[in-house]
């Protein structure tokens, strides 16, 4: 069965990181390019950032860059998101993907994920 398990939300401060983590089971991450998406209050779900399996390469929504970092450990079947100099904007619940490379997730920006398998998230709140 797969799972992706999201932790590492909390509540910070303008300015302050955070490091979101997904653990998956039920498959292995390697060949599978990977995102990360949230959704904030009242919105729609927005890709955040993305890597492809194949050549590393990444996107980022232009919201988050510079401040934002992906990242995957395919041995601990784990993937990462690094946030720094957060803004009250980027509060929402995170979410990890996962998709077949062919599934273009990840060559123009953060595309969608083909299928509907996701995790429970983590919340991210940043207020003052």
């Known amino acids: 069965q797969v799972q992706l398990v999201e932790s590492g939300g909390g509540l910070v401060q303008p300015g302050e990181s955070l490091r979101l983590s997904c653990v998956v089971s039920?498959?292995?991450?390697?060949?599978?390019?990977i995102a990360w998406f949230r959704q904030a209050p009242g919105k729609e779900r927005e890709g955040v950032s993305c890597?492809?399996?194949?050549?590393?390469?990444?996107n980022y929504v232009d919201s988050v860059k510079g401040r934002f970092t992906i990242s995957r450990d395919n041995a601990k079947n784990t993937m990462y998101l690094q946030m720094n100099n957060l803004k009250p904007e980027d509060t929402a619940v995170y979410y990890c993907?996962?998709?077949?490379?062919?599934?273009?997730?990840?060559?123009?920006?953060?595309?969608?994920?083909?299928?509907?398998?996701w995790g429970e998230g983590t919340l991210v709140t940043v207020s003052s």
């Open positions: 993907a996962y998709d077949f490379p062919y599934k273009r997730l990840c060559v123009t920006g953060v595309g969608s994920v083909s299928h509907d398998v």
């Open positions: 890597m492809r399996d194949f050549d590393g390469g990444t």
């Open positions: 039920g498959f292995t991450l390697d060949h599978y390019d």
